[in-house]
C-alpha cells in the first residue's frame, strides 16, 4: 500500500466507524440504566434510514437527518412508555423477548410502508464530490467529502454525550443508575422518567446514525440484523455502558476492517470483529473501558426456589409423551414432520434452558452447538463414509468437545459478557462452515445427508426423535435435582457462598456448557438426518435467537417452561407463514400479547409444585 | 333407441366426470419475506400464467391449483414446508426457492421422495450438474452460463489486467472460477491482479473501491448484486473508479437491482438482465402486455421466471397426460416450449433449460438506468460440452 493509500483507507475506517458508534452508543446508554438488551435497535437504525430517504424527497437531504432522528426517537418514545414499561419487573431478559417482537413487528412494517425494493438515498447537496490524492502518473485514490463529514460527527456526537453525562444532573442520575439501579432508585430518583428519556436518546441516536447512512447505502429490509450484531459487538468490545469505549471500539473493529480490505484479505472481514471480540473479551473481560458490573438485585435477580414437578405436571407430562407414541396410528403425514421439528427444539430450548435457568448462565450462540452436532452428523456420514447409526451417536461429542472448549472460556466471564463470548464462539464456528468448502460445503451445506433405510419412513424417524428427546430432556431434569444440580444452582445464585462451602463453581459450570453442549448436539444431529442437508443457518445467529425466544416463551423460571416454548414458537412460525402474508408481523404480535399476559412464560401455566 | 340412451348416458356420465375431476395441485414454495423484490414480481408472473392456463381451459381437461407457502429462507424450514406440500397437500409437482442452498435443500428432498421438483431461481450449478438429480429441473440461466455470456465481449476488449469483486459466497465463488477460467481460455495472456470478496450485504464499500483503485486494473468483473451492488457503485462513481475501467457484473440489468440505481446507473458497464421495454418479439410483447394489463406494473425478471416456471408444468404435463412422477420426468426431458424470451428446450442431460437472457450495456437515460446495445443470448450456446456434464453429474 501506497502512502496516501494507508491514509485513504485509515479515514474510510473513521468514516465507517462514525454511525457505527451512534448506534452503539444508544445501545450502550439504554443496556447500561435499564438493562434491556434492545434487539429491535437495528429496527430503529433502518427505521431511521427509511424515514430519511421519505423525508429527504420532501424537504431535503440536511433537514430530513433531525426529521428521521426526531421520528426515531418518537417511535421509541411510544415503545417505551407502552410496552417496555410494563415489563420491567419481569424475569430478566424478558425485555430481550419483546424486543425481538418489536424487531418482527418494524420489519413488516417497512416492507408494508416502503415496498420491498431497496432505496438509494441522495447524495448530500454541498458534499457530493470527493478530494482526490494524486499518485504518480495517475489517481491514488480518492475520499467522498461526506465520509470527511462523517468523519468528524462521530467525535462530536462523543464530546456531546460526554458533556451531557458528566455536566448535567440528568447524566449524574444516568451514570448513577448505570452503576447501581437499586440504590439510585432508593435515593428517590423517579426511574420511569429516566428509563424513558434514556430509552429515547437511544432510539435518537440510532436514527439518526441510520440517517446519516443514507448517502452511503440503500434502506433496505435485511438492515436490522446486520447492524444489530455489529452493534453489539461493539458495545461489549467498548465495555457496557461506556460511552468512550463504544467509540474506541468502533473505530479498533472499522480501521481493522478497512485494512484488511486494503491488504487484500477481505475475506476475513466475514468474521473479523468476532475475532477482535473474543479476544477482547479473553484478555480484559468487560471490555476496553468496561468496569466490573455490579451484582444484580431487585425483581430481576429473584428466583424461586427450584421445586419438584408437581403430581399434575407429572402426569400431563406422562401423558403427552404416551399421545405423542400412539399419534403415528392416527397419522403418517405432516403431523409426524412438524412434531419431529418440535421435539428436536424441544430438546434444544431445554439445553439452553439447563444452562440459563438453572446454571445462570447465558449463551447467546447456543446454536453453535446444535450446528456442530448436525454438522458433524453430516461430515462423519457422508465425508468419513460411517453409517448412519454410527454418525448419529457419535456427533453428539462433538458437539459436546466444543462446549468443552468454548464452556473452559465463557464461564471466566459473568453476565451478558459471557453471553456475548457465546455468541463470538458460534460466529467463528458459523464462518469455519461457511468458508470451509472442502470439509463443509461452505455456504450451499452439505446435501444428502438420509437415515438409513429402517429409519427412513417418517413414522420410524418419528419414533427416533420422540426417544431420544424425550429420554434427553428426562436426563437433563434429573441432573438439575441432583446434587450436580444443586451445586450449579448454588453456584448461579451465590458464587461466594458457594465457593466458601467448597464447591468448584467454574468447574460446575464448565461441566454444565458440557452437558448442554451434548443435548443440543444430540437435537442437532437429529436435524441434519431428518431434513437431509445441513448449512451454515443451522449454527447461525437467527437458530440461537430462536432458542433465547423459546426458552422465554416458556418461562426461564419453569422447567418445562422451554418446552411449550419450542412447541408454540416452531407451531407459530409453521402456521402463521402459511397462512398469513405478513407472518412475521403476526408473530411478533402474538409475542407481545403473551409477554404482556404471561409474563413468567408459559410455563408458569403448568406451574410447579411450591 | 336404447343404443343412444346407452350413448346419451355414457356422454353424460364422461362430462360429469370432466367436471369433476379433481384440480392439478401444484406445491410452490419461496422466499417471500427475504427476497421481496424479486419475488413479488415473480409471484405475479406465476399467478398470470395460472389465470391464463386456467381460462384456457386447464390441462388435459383439468385446472391448475397452485398450493403456496413460505420457506422461510433456510433449508431446514423449506424443507419442512415442502413435505408439507407433498404430504399433506399431496401436489403433483413442487416449484420455486430463490437462494442456491435452499434450492440444493429441497431439489435432495425432491430426489428422497421421488417428486418432481422446478428450481425457478436458483442460480446455482451444482443443482444440475455436481448435485443433479432425476427429479430436479432448473429453470434459469446458471451462473456458469450467465458468466459464459458475458465472456465474448470481454475477451474482445483485450484488456490485460483484470480485477474480481464477489460477494463471498457460492454464487460469487462460482462466478469468479468460471470468469477466470473461460477467459484464460478465450484470452491466455489475461492476468488476474486483485481480488475482494466481501461478505454477502455487508461491503465496505469505500474501502473496496479504494483497494481497487489501487491495484489499477483495466477491467473489472463483478458479481455483486442487490445493496451491495448499490453501494459499490456509488462509491465507485464519487470515487472515480469507472472512469477509465470497463465494468462487466453479472445480473446487474435485471431491473429489481437496475432500477434502484436511477441516476447513479455507471455508463458502459457490461451486464447481463432484462431490457423488458425494448424486447419487440412477439411473444414478448404478448406477456409484456398481458402483465402490465393484469398488474398494472411492468415486468421484472422474476415475473419472467415464475410465468415461464408455471408454463413449464403446464406443458410437462399436456406431454406427459399424467400426473404420474415418473412420466413426468420423461415428459420434462426434451420438452420444447415457447417463453417470453423465445423457445426453449429442457436438456435431457442434465435438466437445465436453454432459457437465455439478455447482454447489453448500461446506460441513462432521463435519470433511469437501462440497458442499450443488447443482444439476446441463447442458453443452448453457452453450455459446457456434453462430456463434461456427465463428468460432472458422474454419470
Same mark, same amino acid.
Given at each position: 500500500?501506497?502512502?496516501?493509500?494507508?491514509?485513504?483507507?485509515?479515514?474510510?475506517?473513521?468514516?465507517?466507524?462514525?454511525?457505527?458508534?451512534?448506534?452503539?452508543?444508544?445501545?450502550?446508554?439504554?443496556?447500561?440504566?435499564?438493562?434491556?438488551?434492545?434487539?429491535?435497535?437495528?429496527?430503529?437504525?433502518?427505521?431511521?434510514?427509511?424515514?430519511?430517504?421519505?423525508?429527504?424527497?420532501?424537504?431535503?437531504?440536511?433537514?430530513?437527518?433531525?426529521?428521521?432522528?426526531?421520528?426515531?426517537?418518537?417511535?421509541?418514545?411510544?415503545?417505551?412508555?407502552?410496552?417496555?414499561?410494563?415489563?420491567?419487573?419481569?424475569?430478566?431478559?424478558?425485555?430481550?423477548?419483546?424486543?425481538?417482537?418489536?424487531?418482527?413487528?418494524?420489519?413488516?412494517?417497512?416492507?408494508?410502508?416502503?415496498?420491498?425494493?431497496?432505496?438509494?438515498?441522495?447524495?448530500?447537496?454541498?458534499?457530493?464530490?470527493?478530494?482526490?490524492?494524486?499518485?504518480?502518473?495517475?489517481?491514488?485514490?480518492?475520499?467522498?467529502?461526506?465520509?470527511?463529514?462523517?468523519?468528524?460527527?462521530?467525535?462530536?456526537?462523543?464530546?456531546?454525550?460526554?458533556?451531557?453525562?458528566?455536566?448535567?444532573?440528568?447524566?449524574?442520575?444516568?451514570?448513577?443508575?448505570?452503576?447501581?439501579?437499586?440504590?439510585?432508585?432508593?435515593?428517590?430518583?423517579?426511574?420511569?422518567?429516566?428509563?424513558?428519556?434514556?430509552?429515547?436518546?437511544?432510539?435518537?441516536?440510532?436514527?439518526?446514525?441510520?440517517?446519516?447512512?443514507?448517502?452511503?447505502?440503500?434502506?433496505?429490509?435485511?438492515?436490522?440484523?446486520?447492524?444489530?450484531?455489529?452493534?453489539?459487538?461493539?458495545?461489549?468490545?467498548?465495555?457496557?455502558?461506556?460511552?468512550?469505549?463504544?467509540?474506541?471500539?468502533?473505530?479498533?473493529?472499522?480501521?481493522?476492517?478497512?485494512?484488511?480490505?486494503?491488504?487484500?484479505?477481505?475475506?476475513?472481514?466475514?468474521?473479523?470483529?468476532?475475532?477482535?471480540?473474543?479476544?477482547?473479551?479473553?484478555?480484559?473481560?468487560?471490555?476496553?473501558?468496561?468496569?466490573?458490573?455490579?451484582?444484580?438485585?431487585?425483581?430481576?435477580?429473584?428466583?424461586?426456589?427450584?421445586?419438584?414437578?408437581?403430581?399434575?405436571?407429572?402426569?400431563?407430562?406422562?401423558?403427552?409423551?404416551?399421545?405423542?407414541?400412539?399419534?403415528?396410528?392416527?397419522?403418517?403425514?405432516?403431523?409426524?414432520?412438524?412434531?419431529?421439528?418440535?421435539?428436536?427444539?424441544?430438546?434444544?430450548?431445554?439445553?439452553?434452558?439447563?444452562?440459563?435457568?438453572?446454571?445462570?448462565?447465558?449463551?447467546?450462540?447456543?446454536?453453535?452447538?446444535?450446528?456442530?452436532?448436525?454438522?458433524?452428523?453430516?461430515?462423519?456420514?457422508?465425508?468419513?463414509?460411517?453409517?448412519?447409526?454410527?454418525?448419529?451417536?457419535?456427533?453428539?461429542?462433538?458437539?459436546?468437545?466444543?462446549?468443552?472448549?468454548?464452556?473452559?472460556?465463557?464461564?471466566?466471564?459473568?453476565?451478558?459478557?459471557?453471553?456475548?463470548?457465546?455468541?463470538?464462539?458460534?460466529?467463528?464456528?458459523?464462518?469455519?462452515?461457511?468458508?470451509?468448502?472442502?470439509?463443509?460445503?461452505?455456504?450451499?451445506?452439505?446435501?444428502?445427508?438420509?437415515?438409513?433405510?429402517?429409519?427412513?419412513?417418517?413414522?420410524?424417524?418419528?419414533?427416533?426423535?420422540?426417544?431420544?428427546?424425550?429420554?434427553?430432556?428426562?436426563?437433563?431434569?434429573?441432573?438439575?435435582?441432583?446434587?450436580?444440580?444443586?451445586?450449579?444452582?448454588?453456584?448461579?445464585?451465590?458464587?461466594?457462598?458457594?465457593?466458601?462451602?467448597?464447591?468448584?463453581?467454574?468447574?460446575?459450570?464448565?461441566?454444565?456448557?458440557?452437558?448442554?453442549?451434548?443435548?443440543?448436539?444430540?437435537?442437532?444431529?437429529?436435524?441434519?438426518?431428518?431434513?437431509?442437508?445441513?448449512?451454515?443457518?443451522?449454527?447461525?445467529?437467527?437458530?440461537?435467537?430462536?432458542?433465547?425466544?423459546?426458552?422465554?416463551?416458556?418461562?426461564?423460571?419453569?422447567?418445562?417452561?422451554?418446552?411449550?416454548?419450542?412447541?408454540?414458537?416452531?407451531?407459530?412460525?409453521?402456521?402463521?407463514?402459511?397462512?398469513?402474508?405478513?407472518?412475521?408481523?403476526?408473530?411478533?404480535?402474538?409475542?407481545?400479547?403473551?409477554?404482556?399476559?404471561?409474563?413468567?412464560?408459559?410455563?408458569?401455566?403448568?406451574?410447579?409444585?411450591? | 333407441?336404447?343404443?343412444?340412451?346407452?350413448?346419451?348416458?355414457?356422454?353424460?356420465?364422461?362430462?360429469?366426470?370432466?367436471?369433476?375431476?379433481?384440480?392439478?395441485?401444484?406445491?410452490?414454495?419461496?422466499?417471500?419475506?427475504?427476497?421481496?423484490?424479486?419475488?413479488?414480481?415473480?409471484?405475479?408472473?406465476?399467478?398470470?400464467?395460472?389465470?391464463?392456463?386456467?381460462?384456457?381451459?386447464?390441462?388435459?381437461?383439468?385446472?391448475?391449483?397452485?398450493?403456496?407457502?413460505?420457506?422461510?429462507?433456510?433449508?431446514?424450514?423449506?424443507?419442512?414446508?415442502?413435505?408439507?406440500?407433498?404430504?399433506?397437500?399431496?401436489?403433483?409437482?413442487?416449484?420455486?426457492?430463490?437462494?442456491?442452498?435452499?434450492?440444493?435443500?429441497?431439489?435432495?428432498?425432491?430426489?428422497?421422495?421421488?417428486?418432481?421438483?422446478?428450481?425457478?431461481?436458483?442460480?446455482?450449478?451444482?443443482?444440475?450438474?455436481?448435485?443433479?438429480?432425476?427429479?430436479?429441473?432448473?429453470?434459469?440461466?446458471?451462473?456458469?452460463?450467465?458468466?459464459?455470456?458475458?465472456?465474448?465481449?470481454?475477451?474482445?476488449?483485450?484488456?490485460?489486467?483484470?480485477?474480481?469483486?464477489?460477494?463471498?459466497?457460492?454464487?460469487?465463488?462460482?462466478?469468479?472460477?468460471?470468469?477466470?477460467?473461460? !477467459?484464460?481460455? =478465450?484470452? #491466455? $495472456?489475461?492476468? *488476474?491482479?486483485?481480488?475482494? +470478496?466481501?461478505? &454477502?450485504? /455487508?461491503?465496505?464499500?469505500?474501502?473496496?473501491?479504494?483497494? !481497487?483503485?489501487? =491495484?489499477? #486494473? $483495466?477491467?473489472? *468483473?463483478?458479481?455483486?448484486? +442487490?445493496?451491495? &451492488?448499490? /453501494?459499490?457503485?456509488?462509491?465507485?462513481?464519487?470515487?472515480? !473508479?469507472?472512469?477509465?475501467?470497463?465494468?462487466?457484473?453479472?445480473?446487474?440489468?435485471?431491473?429489481?437491482? &437496475?432500477?434502484?440505481?436511477?441516476?447513479?446507473?455507471?455508463?458502459?458497464?457490461?451486464?447481463?438482465?432484462?431490457?423488458?421495454?425494448?424486447?419487440?418479439?412477439?411473444?414478448?410483447?404478448?406477456?409484456?402486455?398481458?402483465?402490465?394489463?393484469?398488474?398494472?406494473?411492468?415486468?421484472?425478471?422474476?415475473?419472467?421466471?415464475?410465468?415461464?416456471?408455471?408454463?413449464?408444468?403446464?406443458?410437462?404435463?399436456?406431454?406427459?397426460?399424467?400426473?404420474?412422477?415418473?412420466?413426468?420426468?420423461?415428459?420434462?426431458?426434451?420438452?420444447?416450449?415457447?417463453?417470453?424470451?423465445?423457445?426453449?428446450?429442457?436438456?435431457?442431460?442434465?435438466?437445465?433449460?436453454?432459457?437465455?437472457?439478455?447482454?447489453?450495456?448500461?446506460?441513462?437515460?432521463?435519470?433511469?438506468?437501462?440497458?442499450?446495445?443488447?443482444?439476446?443470448?441463447?442458453?443452448?450456446?453457452?453450455?459446457?460440452?456434453?462430456?463434461?456434464?456427465?463428468?460432472?453429474?458422474?454419470?
Amino acid at each position: 500500500m501506497s502512502v496516501s493509500s494507508v491514509l485513504i483507507q485509515f479515514l474510510n475506517g473513521l468514516a465507517s466507524a462514525s454511525s457505527l458508534f451512534l448506534v452503539a452508543a444508544g445501545l450502550s446508554l439504554i443496556f447500561g440504566v435499564t438493562r434491556i438488551v434492545n434487539f429491535a435497535h437495528g429496527s430503529f437504525f433502518m427505521l431511521g434510514m427509511y424515514l430519511a430517504v421519505w423525508f429527504s424527497d420532501w424537504v431535503g437531504f440536511w433537514l430530513a437527518l433531525p426529521l428521521a432522528a426526531a421520528g426515531v426517537a418518537a417511535f421509541g418514545f411510544l415503545a417505551e412508555t407502552l410496552l417496555l414499561r410494563r415489563i420491567y419487573r419481569a424475569p430478566e431478559l424478558l425485555q430481550l423477548l419483546a424486543t425481538f417482537a418489536l424487531l418482527l413487528l418494524i420489519k413488516d412494517f417497512a416492507l408494508w410502508a416502503w415496498g420491498p425494493e431497496d432505496l438509494l438515498g441522495a447524495r448530500a447537496p454541498g458534499l457530493q464530490g470527493a478530494f482526490e490524492f494524486e499518485g504518480i502518473g495517475s489517481l491514488a485514490g480518492a475520499l467522498p467529502e461526506y465520509d470527511l463529514f462523517l468523519v468528524s460527527i462521530g467525535p462530536l456526537i462523543l464530546a456531546a454525550l460526554w458533556l451531557l453525562l458528566n455536566r448535567t444532573r440528568w447524566g449524574t442520575l444516568v451514570r448513577a443508575a448505570s452503576q447501581d439501579r437499586e440504590i439510585t432508585g432508593a435515593l428517590g430518583v423517579d426511574q420511569r422518567w429516566l428509563f424513558t428519556s434514556v430509552f429515547v436518546l437511544g432510539a435518537l441516536l440510532a436514527g439518526l446514525g441510520g440517517a446519516l447512512q443514507i448517502p452511503r447505502e440503500p434502506a433496505n429490509l435485511n438492515i436490522d440484523l446486520s447492524v444489530i450484531s455489529d452493534a453489539f459487538v461493539v458495545v461489549v468490545v467498548g465495555g457496557l455502558g461506556s460511552i468512550p469505549g463504544a467509540f474506541l471500539a468502533a473505530l479498533l473493529i472499522a480501521e481493522v476492517k478497512a485494512f484488511c480490505i486494503g491488504l487484500g484479505f477481505s475475506k476475513a472481514t466475514l468474521v473479523m470483529e468476532f475475532i477482535i471480540m473474543a479476544v477482547v473479551l479473553i484478555v480484559r473481560p468487560w471490555g476496553l473501558l468496561g468496569q466490573m458490573p455490579v451484582q444484580v438485585r431487585g425483581p430481576g435477580a429473584q428466583r424461586r426456589r427450584l421445586a419438584p414437578p408437581s403430581i399434575l405436571l407429572r402426569w400431563t407430562l406422562m401423558i403427552l409423551v404416551g399421545a405423542l407414541a400412539l399419534l403415528p396410528l392416527a397419522s403418517a403425514g405432516y403431523t409426524l414432520v412438524l412434531l419431529t421439528d418440535i421435539l428436536l427444539f424441544a430438546l434444544f430450548a431445554a439445553s439452553l434452558h439447563f444452562l440459563m435457568g438453572p446454571g445462570g448462565l447465558y449463551s447467546f450462540g447456543h446454536a453453535a452447538f446444535f450446528g456442530i452436532g448436525a454438522y458433524a452428523a453430516g461430515i462423519f456420514f457422508l465425508q468419513v463414509k460411517l453409517p448412519m447409526e454410527l454418525a448419529l451417536a457419535l456427533a453428539p461429542l462433538a458437539a459436546a468437545f466444543g462446549a468443552l472448549i468454548f464452556g473452559w472460556f465463557c464461564v471466566r466471564l459473568s453476565g451478558v459478557y459471557s453471553a456475548m463470548l457465546t455468541l463470538a464462539f458460534a460466529q467463528i464456528v458459523w464462518s469455519a462452515a461457511f468458508q470451509w468448502d472442502a470439509l463443509t460445503g461452505g455456504s450451499n451445506g452439505l446435501v444428502g445427508v438420509w437415515p438409513a433405510g429402517w429409519l427412513a419412513s417418517k413414522t420410524a424417524y418419528y419414533f427416533l426423535t420422540l426417544l431420544s428427546c424425550a429420554l434427553a430432556i428426562f436426563c437433563l431434569w434429573k441432573t438439575v435435582y441432583s446434587p450436580f444440580g444443586y451445586a450449579l444452582r448454588a453456584g448461579r445464585d451465590s458464587p461466594l457462598r458457594s465457593a466458601a462451602s467448597g464447591i468448584d463453581v467454574r468447574a460446575i459450570q464448565w461441566s454444565a456448557f458440557i452437558i448442554a453442549g451434548l443435548a443440543a448436539g444430540i437435537g442437532g444431529a437429529l436435524y441434519a438426518f431428518s431434513k437431509g442437508s445441513i448449512s451454515p443457518e443451522a449454527l447461525g445467529i437467527q437458530r440461537s435467537v430462536d432458542g433465547l425466544v423459546m426458552v422465554m416463551l416458556g418461562g426461564i423460571q419453569t422447567l418445562s417452561g422451554p418446552i411449550w416454548g419450542a412447541a408454540l414458537f416452531t407451531w407459530l412460525q409453521d402456521a402463521a407463514s402459511r397462512n398469513i402474508d405478513y407472518w412475521r408481523a403476526a408473530a411478533g404480535f402474538i409475542i407481545l400479547v403473551l409477554v404482556m399476559v404471561l409474563p413468567q412464560g408459559i410455563g408458569s401455566l403448568f406451574q410447579e409444585k411450591r | 333407441m336404447k343404443l343412444r340412451q346407452i350413448l346419451a348416458f355414457a356422454a353424460l356420465l364422461l362430462v360429469s366426470i370432466g367436471s369433476e375431476a379433481q384440480t392439478i395441485k401444484i406445491g410452490e414454495l419461496n422466499s417471500y419475506k427475504v427476497f421481496p423484490a424479486f419475488l413479488e414480481p415473480y409471484k405475479k408472473g406465476w399467478e398470470l400464467a395460472l389465470e391464463e392456463i386456467n381460462r384456457a381451459g386447464g390441462v388435459n381437461g383439468r385446472k391448475l391449483e397452485v398450493v403456496s407457502r413460505d420457506d422461510g429462507g433456510n433449508p431446514g424450514d423449506a424443507v419442512r414446508v415442502a413435505e408439507e406440500l407433498i404430504s399433506r397437500e399431496n401436489v403433483a409437482v413442487l416449484m420455486g426457492t430463490f437462494a442456491s442452498h435452499v434450492g440444493l435443500a429441497v431439489s435432495n428432498l425432491a430426489a428422497q421422495r421421488k417428486v418432481v421438483f422446478i428450481a425457478a431461481e436458483p442460480l446455482t450449478d451444482k443443482i444440475v450438474w455436481e448435485n443433479g438429480n432425476r427429479y430436479t429441473f432448473r429453470l434459469r440461466p446458471s451462473t456458469y452460463m450467465q458468466t459464459a455470456m458475458l465472456i465474448p465481449e470481454a475477451a474482445k476488449l483485450k484488456k490485460k489486467r483484470w480485477a474480481i469483486v464477489y460477494p463471498n459466497y457460492e454464487y460469487g465463488q462460482s462466478a469468479t472460477a468460471s470468469f477466470k477460467k473461460l !477467459l484464460k481460455q =478465450a484470452q #491466455p $495472456d489475461v492476468e *488476474f491482479i486483485a481480488e475482494q +470478496a466481501p461478505a &454477502l450485504g /455487508k461491503i465496505d464499500a469505500g474501502a473496496v473501491v479504494q483497494a !481497487l483503485v489501487e =491495484a489499477k #486494473p $483495466d477491467a473489472i *468483473f463483478s458479481s455483486l448484486f +442487490a445493496a451491495d &451492488l448499490q /453501494k459499490f457503485v456509488r462509491e465507485g462513481n464519487t470515487r472515480g !473508479l469507472f472512469t477509465n475501467t470497463v465494468v462487466f457484473n453479472l445480473l446487474a440489468g435485471e431491473p429489481e437491482y &437496475l432500477d434502484t440505481l436511477k441516476d447513479e446507473t455507471p455508463e458502459g458497464w457490461w451486464v447481463t438482465g432484462y431490457p423488458w421495454k425494448e424486447i419487440a418479439t412477439p411473444e414478448h410483447k404478448k406477456f409484456r402486455d398481458a402483465y402490465q394489463k393484469r398488474w398494472n406494473d411492468y415486468p421484472r425478471q422474476g415475473s419472467v421466471v415464475g410465468y415461464a416456471a408455471l408454463y413449464a408444468i403446464a406443458n410437462a404435463v399436456k406431454r406427459a397426460a399424467s400426473t404420474e412422477t415418473e412420466k413426468l420426468v420423461e415428459a420434462f426431458k426434451g420438452l420444447a416450449m415457447p417463453t417470453p424470451f423465445g423457445p426453449i428446450v429442457w436438456r435431457s442431460i442434465d435438466h437445465q433449460s436453454t432459457m437465455g437472457a439478455y447482454v447489453g450495456q448500461l446506460s441513462k437515460r432521463g435519470g433511469e438506468g437501462v440497458m442499450v446495445n443488447w443482444r439476446f443470448a441463447d442458453g443452448a450456446q453457452f453450455l459446457p460440452p456434453d462430456s463434461e456434464v456427465r463428468a460432472l453429474r458422474k454419470e
